[in-house]
């Protein structure tokens, strides 16, 4: 009986700490979790909806510097690999991979710095919750002057480990969702390999 009423209390105090904790506490959380797994690398997918076009899948790999980004159009694969100074970009239709001058930051293909300083520049609210995850609503703040920031992110985080499930915005026309991500990139995963593609044809810019 001693036992039963002590796990009890084990489960009771569990379920108090989380119901205590504020959508701040759980959001910054979140990103203290992300930064300890960092220097791990992010895959993630991101859905890009865009209202002409409509909505391109890609996946995502991120790892200091380096990123490659997988997505298929009407049926051609396309996969682009970045460090920062040079940029690869493989087009399955026409075997081609052409090699030129960094276009911008590699960092930039994931878009994982919308997780960063989300407490600072939104007001979170908890929407809702189920047994495995928390729902958000960030506004942007009256005093977050940046202008490319969205007006609204939706949030979802998990109960199990804190990390995020999913985030979505609307920028400029585009809605982007950031989903499945997870931790664990090989430098093998963010370098582009030619001898991967059999006959693939070399353009350098």
């Known amino acids: 009986m001693k036992k039963l009423v002590l796990a009890f209390m084990a489960v009771l105090a569990a379920v108090l700490a989380a119901v205590a904790q504020t959508p701040k506490e759980i959001v910054d959380r979140m990103e203290a979790t992300m930064n300890a797994h960092e220097k791990e ?3 993630m997918t991101v859905d890009l909806k865009l209202l002409i076009v ?15 980004v997988e ?12 460090d ?11 075997n081609t991979l052409t090699i030129e001058k960094s276009k ?19 007001d979170v609210t908890l929407k809702k919750e189920t047994a495995d995850a928390w729902y958000f609503l960030c506004k942007k703040s009256k005093s977050n ?13 998990s109960k199990k480990n804190y990390y995020p499930l999913s985030l ?3 920028v400029s026309g585009m809605t982007m969702t950031m989903r499945e991500i997870s931790f664990g990139v090989t430098e093998a995963d963010v370098t582009c390999d030619p001898s ?5 044809k070399i353009i350098r810019k």
């Open 84 to 94: 920062g100074e040079k940029d690869w970009t493989y087009i399955s239709k026409d």
């Open 54 to 68: 409509g909505t391109t899948t890609s996946k995502s790999y991120m790892l200091g510097g380096k990123t490659r």
């Open 168 to 170: 979505k915005a609307s």
């Open 196 to 200: 991967k593609f059999p006959g693939v």
């Open 104 to 122: 911008g930051d590699a960092s930039e293909a994931g878009d994982t710095e919308m997780f960063s300083g989300i407490t600072d520049g939104y």
């Open 41 to 43: 690398g992010v895959i």
């Open 145 to 157: 002057k940046e202008k490319d920031d969205p007006k609204t992110i939706d949030l979802v985080i």
């Open 71 to 82: 997505m298929k159009m009407m049926g051609v694969q396309i996969i682009t690999w970045s």
